[in-house]
Nanobody, 123 residues
């Protein structure tokens, strides 16, 4: 399954970006999805997740109140709206398809991963 993440770029602190993740197969609409990020020298960390229907979402404490995950199953796409960005949000962001209709914060809950999109926040 090929996931295509897009929307990354360079933004000043306090700015906003919206990431998109398109999935060409029904697998995405049948499963929960999530966003993770990785910075050099660190493990991939959980950012946000959303259930298959969109009725349940969860966020890392570091992004709660600033980021919003959503999905459009008709378009097989999941989004991550990122507001009030901080330099510490700089990372490569990955979208992922979970193994079930709900997921957890653990990378082991996910079966397919996108190639990542770089977000750079300047101070």
């Amino acid at each position: 399954v090929q996931l295509q993440a897009s929307g990354g770029g360079l933004v000043q602190a306090g700015g906003s970006l919206r990431l998109s993740c398109a999935c060409p197969k029904r697998t995405c609409t049948n499963n929960a999805m999530g966003w993770f990020r990785r910075t050099p020298g660190k493990e991939r960390e959980f950012v946000a997740r959303i259930s298959r229907s969109g009725d349940s979402t969860a966020y890392a404490d570091t992004v709660k109140g600033r980021f919003t995950i959503s999905r459009d199953n008709a378009k097989n796409t999941v989004y991550l709206q990122m507001n009030t960005l901080k330099p510490e949000d700089t990372a490569v962001y990955y979208c992922a398809v979970a193994r079930g209709v709900y997921s957890s914060d653990s990378v082991t809950s996910y079966q397919y991963w996108g190639q990542g999109t770089l977000v750079t926040v300047s101070s």
